[in-house]
């Protein structure tokens, strides 16, 4: 029977991988201290980041495994279910990892901050891939939090370890910056499918029975969290998603109203508006003009 575990405290975590528990709050894990064991089904109340060393068991959220290789980081947040699916034979788990309370940042900048840090909701084959400088930084990062811990914990424990956590994440959305850069390539199969689909999406029945398009539709036809396929139409395209899907609206509408013979009312229901004052407002916002305005120019 599949082992199950669920980590809601910094000390059953600990207890787990054979650490003391140094802060009741945070944790910095050496996962080689560990002793053997087979796969299990993880659900955490923690934040975790892991920093992959060795091959040692494969990571599994959902339906899909992360891709997830020596020199990556995958991010947990809390109520994230995990499986590693080694399920029969033993293996020494390898590599580090950040896990932290939710109550540590509680009243700290950093709190105010964490939506922010998207990756956290990434998807299973978004994992951040590290190049050996960033890696360095990573332990760095990790080695300053750990030099808190191994201090008695006084008044600026609390603010220094989230500082330092702030600064480790900062870093992160450096490093994820730069993944969009060098994968840009197969970024920009991305968009062409993004282009692909929204492009089937208006020929097909969809306006009429789903509505208008959404971020999270097209994210989840592209097997893509939405937040990573926000952020990665943004370093495309340097507008957002739902820009992106706005202004393809606004065109196909342009379309339709100097094309035919249909009213604005019909067009904006075949666009998916439930109400067309809805459409009439953002055309307007998006063109300068009312639709009926805009039809008017164009047929005089």
Same mark, same amino acid.
């Given at each position: 029977m599949e082992k199950a575990y669920t980590f809601d405290t910094i000390h059953q975590y600990n207890v787990f991988n054979n650490h003391e528990t140094l802060n009741p709050l945070v944790s910095v894990i050496d996962f080689s201290k560990a002793h053997e064991r087979t796969g299990s089904r993880m659900t955490f109340g923690l934040y975790c980041i892991f920093v992959k060393d060795i091959k040692c068991g494969d990571l599994k959220y959902g339906c899909n495994y992360y891709d997830y290789e020596e020199g990556t980081l995958v991010f947990i947040s809390p109520g994230q279910v995990i499986d590693v699916e080694n399920k029969v034979d033993l293996y020494q788990p390898k590599g580090y990892g950040l896990v932290f309370h939710p109550d540590l940042i509680k009243g700290t900048a950093l709190a105010n901050l964490m939506d922010d840090y998207h990756f956290f909701s990434y998807n299973?084959?978004?994992?951040?891939?590290?190049?050996?400088?960033?890696?360095?930084?990573?332990?760095?990062?990790?080695?300053?939090?750990?030099?808190? !811990?191994?201090?008695?914990?006084?008044?600026?424990?609390?603010? !220094?370890?989230?500082?330092?956590?702030?600064?480790? !994440?900062?870093?992160?959305?450096?490093?994820?910056?730069?993944?969009?850069?060098?994968?840009?390539?197969?970024?920009?199969?991305?968009? *062409?499918?993004?282009?692909?689909?929204?492009? =089937?999406?208006?020929?097909?029945?969809?306006?009429?029975?789903?509505?208008?398009? =959404?971020?999270?539709?097209?994210?989840?036809?592209?097997?893509?969290?939405?937040?990573?396929?926000?952020?990665?139409?943004?370093?495309?395209?340097?507008?957002?998603?739902?820009?992106?899907?706005?202004?393809?609206?606004?065109?196909?509408?342009? =379309?339709?109203?100097?094309?035919?013979?249909?009213?604005?009312? *019909?067009?904006?229901?075949?666009?998916?508006?439930?109400?067309?004052?809805?459409?009439?407002? !953002?055309?307007?916002?998006?063109?300068?003009?009312?639709?009926?305005?805009?039809r008017n120019v164009g047929n005089n």
């Open positions: 299973t084959n978004e994992a951040l891939h590290l190049s050996a400088e960033e890696r360095k930084i990573v332990f760095d990062c990790f080695a300053k939090i750990e030099y808190e !811990l191994s201090h008695s914990i006084d008044k600026h424990s609390k603010k !220094l370890i989230a500082s330092n956590i702030e600064l480790f !994440l900062n870093y992160c959305e450096r490093f994820y910056d730069r993944q969009f850069i060098t994968r840009e390539n197969a970024n920009k199969g991305i968009l *062409e499918k993004f282009e692909q689909h929204l492009n =089937t999406y208006f020929n097909s029945e969809n306006p009429y029975t789903i509505g208008l398009p =959404t971020v999270a539709y097209f994210a989840d036809e592209l097997h893509l969290s939405a937040n990573y396929f926000g952020d990665l139409i943004k370093k495309e395209t340097g507008k957002s998603a739902q820009d992106y899907i706005q202004n393809k609206t606004i065109d196909i509408a342009k =379309t339709k109203i100097q094309s035919g013979d249909k009213t604005i009312n *019909e067009i904006a229901y075949e666009l998916g508006f439930k109400y067309p004052q809805h459409f009439s407002r !953002l055309f307007k916002n998006r063109v300068g003009m009312t639709p009926n305005e805009y």
